[in-house]
């Protein structure tokens, strides 16, 4: 998969990945101009939805890019997969919820954050989580 | 993303009009001083620019009459938008207001429509065709000036806001080790965002042991701040700090129990003084008094 | 990636150089264990000021460490979380709750040595 300047496209299959997604990330988010406590936020929160994709999904991807909606300017970072999808969406959002040990999904953490969260998930089919960054 | 939208003025439309169009222009430019000259007469006759000195309001007056002419020939919108700025940035701090901005443009399109009107008025189609090529134009310069000045004096305002945010919270080493962050006022989440960051800087700056965040200050705080403040509580602790929070008010304590903020993550002391008391004793240290007050007093008006 | 761990006396310090891959970090964790047991340390320094970011894996994985070292009878700390660091990471959860952090080698080494003072000699597990 490929980036260009102002996307970052990885394919998650090692963990691996995951350093390269973060660090590509950030170069975007440094380009567009965000502060390094954003930037630490960008990071981690690409850093924790690639973990899952690893831990969880099937064909997962981390895709980021620029986006504006006058007069913002922000980031979105997307994890996408193609399956096994999460049964139970509220569960995963709550406070708390944890799989494998403490590693779990922490996706109440990404959503704290991120400054937009939104989570489709079909069971079978796979899932899209896309959170934004906006820029202050 | 700006690249694929170059914003082009001119319809691309039937031959003969961009006849009309070159006609237009070149009207415009032969007019150049005297229209300009009736232009920068009418803006002092309405008031506006009067932040500005006459030899300013010369400059400008031909810069934008240069650009607008230039924006009508070309059809490309970015140089007006970069100009727009930086014109904006110019004259914001010297008390310029939208109104009168949008005012200036607007009388210039009304100047150079009368001429148009007084130099073809014997020949209407040609004249209408012209008017036709000129209004989408002319009504695009107006709303990229206006937008570009009010962008520009929100960013001035928001950096502004943030400079205060800045000042009003300072991070005030004591001791050795020991920061006080006196909070006064309303928190919402962009300022408690900033005061984290602020402590957790002024932690590491100043080689902080403890950090007394005293909230005193503070009217209110609701379960988002709250929780926001053990988060900060926690991250001080990472970077090897206790944080103690003074002056919760018998009320803001309750509503953060009700909350369910879970307050034995945060070292609590009634005031200020007694936090740091508390500060001092996690520290090692002890406060003796040596010398009566007023014999200190004495010592030093004698030397 | 390796990370390069120096003994100092009767401590260890163990400073990370760049972002790890989680293999590193488990080779980190084996490598500290087996080296307090061969050198009978009284204690372990993690220096993380190069990692921009702490995810879940990295977090646990301290936690790991400071367990398996405690358990051959010495103490580990953690110095040199950036402040951005740390704020991301408490905002995921994960706080390194049982585990000593200090602002850096230095606090670190002072922490040490405050710590094993009071604790005396004598606690090696083998």
């Known amino acids: 998969m490929a980036s260009t300047e102002n996307e970052v496209r990885i394919s998650i299959k090692s963990d691996e990945d995951i350093l390269s997604a973060r660090q590509e990330g950030r170069e975007l988010g440094v380009r567009l101009g965000f502060g390094p406590s954003e930037l630490a936020m960008i990071a981690t929160a690409i850093s924790e939805l690639a973990r899952n994709l690893l831990l969880y999904a099937r064909n997962g991807s981390i895709i980021c890019w620029a986006i504006e909606r006058e007069p913002k300017k922000g980031i979105v970072i997307q994890a996408t997969d193609e399956g096994p999808g999460i049964p139970d969406v509220e569960a995963v959002l709550k406070d708390g919820y944890s799989t494998s040990g403490g590693l779990g999904l922490g996706l109440p953490g990404v959503r704290r954050m991120m400054d937009e969260f939104a989570i489709v998930s079909h069971k079978g089919r796979g899932t899209t989580v896309t959170t934004i960054k906006w820029k202050s | ?303 | 990636m390796q990370v390069p761990i120096l003994k100092q006396g009767q401590y260890l310090i163990a400073s990370v150089q760049a972002a790890l891959r989680d293999a590193d970090l488990i080779d980190l964790r084996d490598s500290l264990t087996e080296k307090v047991g061969t050198y009978r340390s009284r204690g372990v320094i993690v220096d993380v000021t190069a990692l921009d970011v702490l995810d879940s894996f990295a977090c646990r994985t301290l936690s790991d460490i400071a367990t398996m070292i405690r358990l051959r009878g010495a103490q580990t700390i953690i110095v040199g979380i950036q402040p951005e660091v740390a704020f991301s990471m408490v905002q995921l959860g994960l706080k390194l709750e049982g585990v000593a952090t200090a602002l850096d080698l230095e606090e670190g080494l002072e922490y040490m040595s405050r710590r094993t003072k009071r604790m005396g000699h004598g606690q090696h597990g083998k």
């Open chain 2, 1 to 303: 993303m700006q690249a694929s939208r170059k914003r082009k003025l001119r319809p691309r439309s039937q031959s003969g009009s961009s006849g009309v169009f070159t006609e237009l222009v070149e009207h415009l430019r032969k007019n150049r001083s005297g229209l300009r000259a009736e232009w920068a007469r009418r803006v002092t006759e309405a008031q506006l620019l009067t932040a500005m000195s006459e030899d300013e309001i010369l400059t400008e007056t031909t810069s934008i009459y240069d650009n607008y002419i230039d924006v009508l020939a070309t059809g490309a919108v970015e140089a007006l938008e970069a100009y727009a700025r930086n014109l904006s940035e110019k004259i914001i701090p010297r008390g310029v207001e939208t109104h009168e901005v949008i005012g200036i443009v607007l009388l210039l399109r009304d100047v150079l429509l009368r001429s148009l009107l007084a130099a073809y008025q014997s020949r209407a189609d040609l004249l209408t065709r012209m008017l036709d090529a000129f209004e989408p134009a002319a009504r695009r310069i107006i709303v990229t000036v206006a937008a570009g000045f009010v962008h520009e004096r929100e960013r001035i305002i928001h950096e502004q806001q943030a400079a205060i945010r800045e000042l009003s919270t300072p991070v005030l080493p004591v001791r050795e080790a020991l920061l006080i962050l006196p909070i006064v006022g309303v928190i919402d989440p962009q300022r408690a965002h900033q005061l984290t960051g602020q402590l957790l800087r002024g932690v590491r700056a100043n080689r902080a042991k403890v950090v007394v965040i005293d909230v005193t200050g503070v009217p209110s705080i609701d379960s988002t701040v709250a929780n926001h403040l053990v988060l900060t509580v926690e991250a001080a602790r990472l970077l090897g700090a206790t944080a103690i929070v003074t002056g919760l008010s018998p009320e803001i304590a309750q509503t953060l129990v009700t909350i369910g903020v879970d307050l034995d993550k945060m070292r609590t002391v009634c005031d200020l003084r007694g936090g740091i008391e508390e500060a001092d004793r996690l520290l090692g240290y002890r406060v003796t008094r040596v010398n009566d007050p007023s014999e200190q007093a004495e010592q030093w008006e004698g030397s």
